[in-house]
């Protein structure tokens, strides 16, 4: 430190500032967490966040809705919904349907693994659980068809009945797609979003293509 001690400060110059942390009166909010709720307010509050995705996946445009809080409640309940209302649809079985729901629910989740490690393959930028989510939540245009179909099927099983079905579940199958391509368009690189979208069109075809040959037994 050469040359440091010719330099004087000038007894003129004020020293301002203060090297104390000031301790102002905290709000309630900052003190509050989550952990200090009742059990009530966190199922309400995650009930909601819920509906909201549910909400952008009924009107889906390309935003980052379904990226930012992901969960797996809703897939989780869309995926049991569905596999239910499938299940003993098999006409050559002759039990109770229990293994039509464990090969519906295997399908539906191993389909959105293999569609999930593809685009990270493919150098996407969305993260495991997030594709996850966003495929999962894209699920409930399907389900709804799946439903009106079951209401279809109760009043016969005619050619009427098929073209209703058939209009049905490919209104709900592009609907599907096109919400899942919209969430996951931004995140994957512009030449190889063909690479990407066409599995996904593969997994919501096998799904509606279960829906669409479901025949009660």
Same mark, same amino acid.
């Given at each position: 430190?050469?040359?440091?001690?010719?330099?004087?400060?000038?007894? !003129?110059?004020?020293?301002?500032?203060?090297?104390?942390?000031?301790?102002?009166?905290?709000?309630?909010?900052?003190?509050?967490?989550?952990?200090?709720?009742?059990?009530?307010?966190?199922?309400?509050? !995650?009930?909601?966040?819920?509906?909201?995705?549910?909400?952008?996946?009924?009107?889906?445009?390309?935003?980052?809705?379904?990226?930012?809080?992901? !969960?797996?409640?809703?897939?989780?309940?869309?995926? @049991?919904?569905?596999?239910?209302?499938?299940? #003993? #649809?098999?006409? !050559?079985?002759?039990?109770?349907?229990?293994?039509?729901?464990?090969?519906?629910? *295997?399908?539906?989740?191993?389909?959105?693994?293999?569609?999930?490690?593809?685009?990270?393959?493919? #150098?996407?930028?969305?993260?495991?659980?997030?594709?996850?989510?966003?495929?999962?939540?894209?699920?409930?245009?399907?389900?709804?068809?799946?439903?009106?179909?079951?209401?279809?099927?109760? =009043?016969?099983?005619?050619? *009427?009945?098929?073209?209703?079905?058939?209009? @049905?579940?490919?209104?709900?199958?592009?609907?599907?797609?096109?919400?899942?391509? =919209?969430?996951? =368009?931004?995140?994957?690189?512009?030449?190889?979003?063909?690479?990407?979208?066409?599995?996904?069109?593969?997994?919501?075809?096998?799904?509606?293509?279960?829906?669409?040959?479901?025949?009660?037994?």
């Amino acid at each position: 430190f050469a040359g440091l001690a010719d330099v004087s400060i000038s007894e !003129d110059i004020p020293v301002e500032g203060e090297i104390t942390v000031p301790v102002g009166s905290r709000s309630p909010d900052e003190d509050y967490s989550t952990l200090d709720e009742p059990v009530r307010d966190t199922i309400m509050r !995650d009930l909601k966040a819920v509906g909201k995705k549910f909400v952008h996946v009924m009107y889906p445009k390309k935003s980052s809705a379904l990226l930012r809080d992901w !969960d797996l409640w809703g897939p989780l309940v869309l995926c @049991v919904s569905l596999a239910l209302m499938l299940q #003993g #649809g098999s006409a !050559d079985s002759k039990e109770d349907g229990g293994p039509q729901f464990a090969e519906v629910f *295997v399908i539906i989740w191993f389909g959105a693994v293999v569609i999930t490690l593809n685009s990270k393959l493919l #150098g996407g930028t969305i993260s495991f659980f997030q594709s996850l989510c966003v495929l999962g939540y894209c699920v409930l245009p399907l389900t709804v068809a799946m439903l009106v179909c079951r209401l279809v099927l109760l =009043a016969g099983s005619g050619t *009427v009945s098929f073209i209703v079905r058939l209009i @049905v579940v490919i209104a709900m199958f592009g609907w599907s797609t096109l919400a899942s391509t =919209a969430f996951l =368009a931004d995140s994957q690189p512009p030449n190889r979003k063909a690479l990407v979208v066409y599995p996904i069109f593969l997994f919501y075809f096998v799904i509606s293509w279960m829906i669409l040959t479901f025949t009660p037994q």
